[in-house]
């Protein structure tokens, strides 16, 4: 293999829809299998969202997408969106007549060491799903960063310990990948940032110097050390804008006159692609709404 014959025949990955076409047009088709992507935001940004769709998509056939697959997903912090959950399955069309929400395997995980206790079963549960009608090729860590925020302290033995635990989760979640094709995707949280340098500690990682959200600016959890587990870094953004609107009253205000504008807030939400071996720097809006989170074209 040369770098020649990887420009004339570029190696292709399979990928999983998100299920709207501008955010799988900025991903390059969608989440890549055989690696872990992660998805970093503030809260109320929209990961959970954007987790539970791909769940669904997740089932769609390669002609559509998707995977042809059933899904795992691990959730660390609030009880499990069951109910929203259910909406977004009422907007998915599946191919017969199965409820897509029977193919969504759901497992709380509390704490580091329930993870890596039941690494093991999950490779024993992906192998055995292996002949069934929907295998399960995809799996979904909301969040990741939970998982290590109570349990470590600020300490040299605490943090040489957690980037050793780092490797470890994200060793095993590559190895499952690339043994059954799966695709990973990972959510992490964000902490402001204090710091007037670029990135963290001065070091910038992937395409944005720095990362704004809400009007100021923040970094991903878990530090250097845990960015260099994943293959892909995106990152999801919400700013309010302040936009004034017209009163569109015919016979309101005095005389007849259409009254006095009014300001209205609206929430601007847009993925970035932080870092990528396959992807460029891109970017686009999108909208989460009652059926599910869509791109915009502005």
């Known amino acids: 293999m040369t ?12 990928k999983c829809t998100v299920g709207c076409p501008i955010i799988d047009r900025c991903l390059g088709g969608g989440i890549p299998c055989n690696s872990i992507t992660e998805l ?13 769709q791909l769940t669904l998509s997740a089932q769609l056939p390669g002609s559509h997408g998707g995977l042809s697959a059933s899904s795992l997903y691990l959730h660390t912090e609030f009880p499990f969106p069951m109910r929203r959950l259910h909406q977004l399955s009422h907007t998915f069309r599946p191919s017969n007549n199965h409820n897509p929400c029977d193919y969504i395997f759901v497992q709380s995980v509390h704490s580091v060491d329930q993870l890596l206790d039941i690494m093991p079963k999950i490779e024993s549960f992906i192998k055995n799903s292996s002949n069934s009608r929907l295998p399960i090729r995809l799996i979904v860590i909301d969040s990741i ?4 925020r109570s349990d470590f302290d600020n300490t040299m033995d ?8 780092f490797f470890k989760i994200s060793g095993m979640l590559k190895a499952m990948a690339v043994g059954f094709g799966l695709a990973v995707l990972v959510t ?12 963290v500690n001065g070091l910038r990682v992937g395409n944005l110097g720095c990362l704004y959200s809400s009007g100021r600016p923040i970094c991903p959890a878990l530090g250097i050390a845990w960015a260099n587990c994943v293959n892909s870094r995106l990152f999801l953004s919400r700013n ?12 309101g205000g005095v005389g007849g006159s259409g009254g006095e504008d009014f ?15 396959h992807l460029a720097d891109t970017s ?5 709404t009652r059926e599910g989170v869509f791109g915009v074209e502005r």
């Open 3 to 14: 770098p020649q014959n990887l420009l004339d025949n570029p190696l292709t990955t399979e």
């Open 40 to 52: 970093v935001a503030e809260s109320g940004s929209g990961k959970t969202q954007f987790c539970l």
């Open 145 to 148: 960063a939970a998982l290590f």
């Open 158 to 165: 605490d943090l040489k310990k957690r980037s050793f635990l």
């Open 188 to 199: 992490n949280q964000v902490v402001d940032l204090m710091e007037p340098n670029e990135g």
């Open 240 to 251: 309010e804008d302040f936009v004034i609107q017209k009163n569109q009253m015919v016979n």
């Open 263 to 277: 300001v209205c807030r609206r929430t601007r939400r847009s993925l970035h692609v932080v870092f990528a071996p």
């Open 284 to 288: 686009c809006e999108f909208e989460i």
